[in-house]
């Protein structure tokens, strides 16, 4: 398993709640698995960090799974963008999984927070509140096809 890490104003050692959930003596952690990786995120502020495959599925599919808010984010995104819905559903999906990790409320309101400039390594940034969501898409080594990561700091 390999393991890549992103480290935010010098959070502590990893400590866990009886759940298992990561945490630091300092600060908070966020994890999240694919494809044998491990990506790994603290700060000294709530974070949330996560990666999906990018999946064929129904727009009803879609729709059911983001909600309705959700959905019309990720269509947004996929207009805008010139993106597959696929891709920019997945996105919208690691956000919210973003904001569930970070602690915030389950039906905080996710937006477009900025994507002007962004076109050269494929990044969305997306907001909930005072968080920022960086999203962009990867190849990953061994991976069927593209991965959707997202990381949200600042909650």
Do not use: M
């Not at 999984?97 to 997306?126: M, N």
Request: with cysteine.
């Amino acid at each position: 398993n390999r393991a890549v890490g992103v480290e935010i104003n010098g959070a502590a050692p990893d400590l866990y709640r009886a759940d298992g959930k990561p945490l630091t003596a300092n600060g908070h952690i966020s994890r999240t698995h694919i494809s044998g990786l491990t990506l790994q995120v603290r700060a000294q502020v709530p974070v949330g960090c996560d990666c999906e495959p990018v999946v064929a599925k129904t727009p009803a599919d879609w729709r059911g799974l983001l909600g309705s808010g959700g959905f019309a984010l990720a269509e947004l995104l996929s207009a805008e963008r010139d993106e597959d819905l696929q891709r920019s559903a997945t996105r919208v999906w690691c956000a919210i999984e973003c904001v569930k990790k970070a602690g915030l409320r389950a039906d905080a309101r996710i937006d477009l927070a900025d994507s002007a400039g962004a076109t050269d390594h494929d990044w969305i940034v997306l907001g909930s509140g005072t968080a920022k969501i960086a999203t962009t898409v990867v190849k990953l080594s061994g991976a069927a096809g593209p991965a959707v990561v997202a990381v949200l700091v600042g909650a």
